[in-house]
T-cell receptor, first 112, second 113 residues
Framework: GQNIDQPTEMTATEGAIVQINCTYQ??????LFWYQQHAGEAPTFLSYNVLDGLEEKGRFSSFLSRSKGYSYLLLKELQMKDSASYLC?????????????FGKGTTLSVSS | EPEVTQTPSHQVTQMGQEVILRCVPISNHLYFYWYRQILGQKVEFLVS????????KSEIFDDQFSVERPDGSNFTLKIRSTKLEDSAMYFC???????????FGPGTRLTVL
């Protein structure tokens, strides 16, 4: 079966660093994505890992360990606008390998 | 910057009616998708479409659903005989290849009464 786990909620203060973890058990694996979703809006792409290791993109970094079925998203220098849901998604290795399987998302609240 | 567009932004329909949700993917993208998100729940994959045919579909995408690319720009999702549980936000997405990130449209909020 497909299972992607993330914490439901996290809180942090402006300027801090926060790490959002994601573990997955899926029948296939063809890449892991992180998306940001503000309430009532569409998911927007943040980062992508297909090989083990760290990918850095400005204030955001994402790490993947395929052997552990584990990823994290690291957000640095938090700003109020970072308050949103962060979605971990695994690209399944189906017939065409294009479907994204999403976790339930982690709602991050940033306070001043 | 090019973006995926969707119409309408909101659709209210009566149970049993047919609805068509419309999407215009980014122009040079080749892969198209529909996802849905029931309020407060996770984003769920419905179907992917490539080269004018369905490439993958989920268990949710049963016989009441169909997709079509009627011309060179539009991509539609039809839901026949809507049910109360079809109420959700429906997102269209596109990607240039099967390996790139998927770009999501703003969604259509469907309410079935």
């Amino acid at each position: 079966g497909q299972n992607i786990d993330q914490p439901t909620e996290m809180t942090a203060t402006e300027g801090a660093i926060v790490q959002i973890n994601c573990t997955y058990q899926t029948s296939g694996f063809n890449g892991l994505f992180w998306y940001q979703q503000h309430a009532g809006e569409a998911p927007t792409f943040l980062s992508y890992n297909v090989l083990d290791g760290l990918e850095e993109k400005g204030r955001f970094s994402s790490f993947l360990s395929r052997s552990k079925g584990y990823s994290y998203l690291l957000l640095k220098e938090l700003q109020m606008k970072d308050s949103a849901s962060y979605l971990c998604a695994v690209r399944d290795e189906g017939q065409a390998g294009t479907a994204l399987i999403f976790g339930k998302g982690t709602t991050l609240s940033v306070s001043s | 910057e090019p973006e995926v567009t969707q119409t309408p932004s909101h659709q209210v329909t009566q149970m049993g009616q047919e609805v068509i949700l419309r999407c215009v993917p980014i122009s040079n993208h080749l892969y198209f998708y529909w996802y849905r998100q029931i309020l407060g729940q996770k984003v769920e994959f419905l179907v992917s479409f490539y080269n004018n045919e369905i490439s993958e579909k989920s268990e949710i995408f049963d016989d009441q659903f169909s997709v079509e690319r009627p011309d060179g720009s539009n991509f539609t999702l039809k839901i026949r005989s809507t049910k109360l549980e079809d109420s959700a936000m429906y997102f269209c997405a596109s990607s240039p290849t099967s390996y790139n990130e998927q770009f999501f449209g703003p969604g259509t909020r469907l309410t079935v009464l």
